[in-house]
């Protein structure tokens, strides 16, 4: 009964201890400090969509930057089994079949490991809005809560670097 409640009201579940953790880690977040101080982590998921309220993750990746480096050795992937069915649009764009995820563990069983890998670490991404909201809505579902993690936009600084060549073409 407690988990039905918790699915239909997840603001009545008890926020779990990494997500108060990312919380307060990041409630007092420094912007004065150079970006060399901090850790990143490069996060990407796979979706069933691209509506947060409908669709779902299907795989989590991340690799850890160190020393504004990528670590090798400090990755973390897992797919994820979706609650409802894969829509055969994603599978075309992602390449993860319904039978690859089919054995996958759930969302319940992924986030803590996650949280746990990403351990205050700043997150970079290509368009990261999509991810982070993804992620939000299944750490507030499962966890309670929702991150706090400062993110660090691909696509957008690749829109600010083109408009500044182009800028600077015609000058």
């Not at 994820?80 to 690859?100: A, C, F, Q, W």
């Not at 909201?133 to 991150?147: E, I, P, Q, W």
Request: net charge negative; with cysteine.
């Amino acid at each position: 009964m407690k988990e039905f409640l918790y699915k239909a009201f997840p603001g009545l579940r008890p926020t779990h201890e990494l997500v108060k953790r990312n919380q307060a880690m990041f409630a007092r977040l420094d912007q004065d400090y150079d970006l060399s101080e901090y850790g990143f982590v490069v996060v990407d998921t796979e979706l069933t969509g691209l509506n947060p309220r409908r669709n779902e993750i299907v795989s989590i990746g991340a690799v850890r930057i160190k020393g504004m480096q990528v670590d090798p050795g400090e990755t973390f992937y897992s797919l994820v089994r979706p609650d409802g069915d894969m829509p055969k649009n994603s599978t075309l764009i992602h390449r993860i079949t319904p039978e690859s995820v089919r054995e996958a563990p759930t969302l319940d069983e992924v986030l803590p490991k996650f949280l746990q890998f990403v351990n205050g670490a700043l997150f970079v991404g290509h368009h990261v809005g999509l991810d982070i909201a993804f992620l939000n809505r299944a750490v507030r579902s499962t966890l309670g809560g929702s991150l706090k993690t400062p993110c660090i936009d691909t696509l957008r600084l690749a829109q600010v670097l083109e408009a500044e060549l182009w800028e600077n073409y015609y000058d």
